[in-house]
Each structure stands twice: as structure tokens, then as C-alpha cells.
């Protein structure tokens, strides 16, 4: 009785299905659990969309963010940005995202996401971007209904940051962007 090996085409064709079922608009609620033990909230709404052609990699995504409540959020941490736009492209395991990691917060160059699929509903992406090291688990929940989240920010070697997301999906996917 031989094993095989699943194929990449068979791997990246769930990634890409993986991805497909997070279109839509989510709204997210944060919490932000800081190293100094300051904890913040915030409600985030996210768009994901996708392209219909890839302008490069095997698909693209598109991802827009925009605050629902601060909860005085950004007054207190100006570092993070509260809108903005960032497209991904899915190149067989790696995510490249056309900003810095954090929700676009270190504005940065772009950055490299390798992902490992857990099951049918889990990702894992791991990240490296400038000083940081970011780990994110995403995991779809009820029938893709839900999305949870939990992301861990080490700085320099030292656990910074960690996350909570529950997201819930308020739109199905829309229309597919033009290139």
C-alpha cells in the first residue's frame, strides 16, 4: 500500500478556496493585549475581495479596513493606522502583501507571509516584518459565519503584542475586481 504525497496543485487549490470563502465584509472586534499590560479595544470593518485576473501569483486579494469604534484606539496608540488598503498575492504557500504587517500599522515595505494549512477552516501565516515576528492563526468558524483570530507580535525576540479577533461576516463576497 503506497502513501501519496498530496500535490501542490491540490494544496494551493484549497488555499485558494480557503481564501475565496473569506470574501465578503467582517466586522471585527479587537482586543489588544500590550507587554506593558495595557489592554485596548477596537471595532474594525474589513473588506476582502479578490481579482479576477492575477497580476501576479496564483490569485489576489484586496484588503480595506476602517474603524467602526475607535474606542479611543488610535488617540492612544497613533502608531496604527486606522484605514487603509492592501492587496495579497497568493503564491503557492506565501502570502505577499503589498504593506507592513499589523494591519498596514508599520506602513512599511512589503512583506512575506508563509501559511500552513491546520484543516479545511485553519490557516497559520508566519511573518517576519523589519523588527517583527508575527504568528496569526484564522480560523473559519459555523459554516464561515465567523472568522477567529488570534495574532502574536514578538519584537526583537520579546512578545509585544497579542490579539484577539471574533469577526462576523456582515456581507457575502461582491463583485470581483478588474485589474
Same mark, same amino acid.
Request: charged letters at 30%; glycine letters at 6%; hydrophobic letters at 40%.
Given at each position: 500500500m503506497s502513501t501519496a504525497v498530496p500535490?501542490?496543485?491540490q494544496l494551493d487549490s484549497n488555499l485558494r478556496r480557503w481564501f475565496a470563502r473569506n470574501l465578503g465584509l467582517w466586522r471585527s472586534r479587537r482586543l489588544y493585549f500590550f507587554a506593558d499590560g495595557e489592554a485596548l479595544r477596537v471595532d474594525m470593518m474589513l473588506r476582502v475581495e479578490a481579482f479576477s485576473e492575477?497580476?501576479?501569483g496564483e490569485a489576489v486579494y484586496r484588503f480595506t479596513w476602517w474603524p467602526d469604534q475607535e474606542f479611543d484606539f488610535f488617540a492612544r496608540?497613533?502608531?496604527?493606522?486606522?484605514?487603509?488598503?492592501?492587496?495579497?498575492?497568493?503564491?503557492g504557500h506565501q502570502l505577499q502583501c503589498s504593506c507592513g504587517y499589523l494591519g498596514g500599522n508599520l506602513g512599511g515595505s512589503p512583506t512575506k507571509s508563509q501559511i500552513r494549512q491546520v484543516d479545511e477552516h485553519e490557516l497559520i501565516f508566519e511573518s517576519h516584518d523589519?523588527?517583527?515576528?508575527?504568528? *496569526?492563526?484564522i480560523?473559519? #468558524?459555523?459554516?464561515?459565519?465567523y472568522r477567529a483570530r488570534s495574532i502574536y507580535s514578538w519584537k526583537d525576540g520579546e512578545l509585544e503584542l497579542a490579539e484577539t479577533h471574533h469577526e462576523?461576516?456582515? *456581507?457575502?463576497?461582491?463583485? #470581483?475586481?478588474?485589474g
Open positions: 500535490s501542490r496543485i492575477p497580476i501576479e496608540k497613533p502608531g496604527f493606522v486606522p484605514s487603509g488598503t492592501m492587496d495579497a498575492y497568493l503564491c523589519q523588527e517583527w515576528d508575527i504568528l *496569526e492563526h480560523r473559519l #468558524v459555523d459554516q464561515d459565519r462576523l461576516r456582515v *456581507e457575502a463576497a461582491g463583485e #470581483v475586481l478588474r
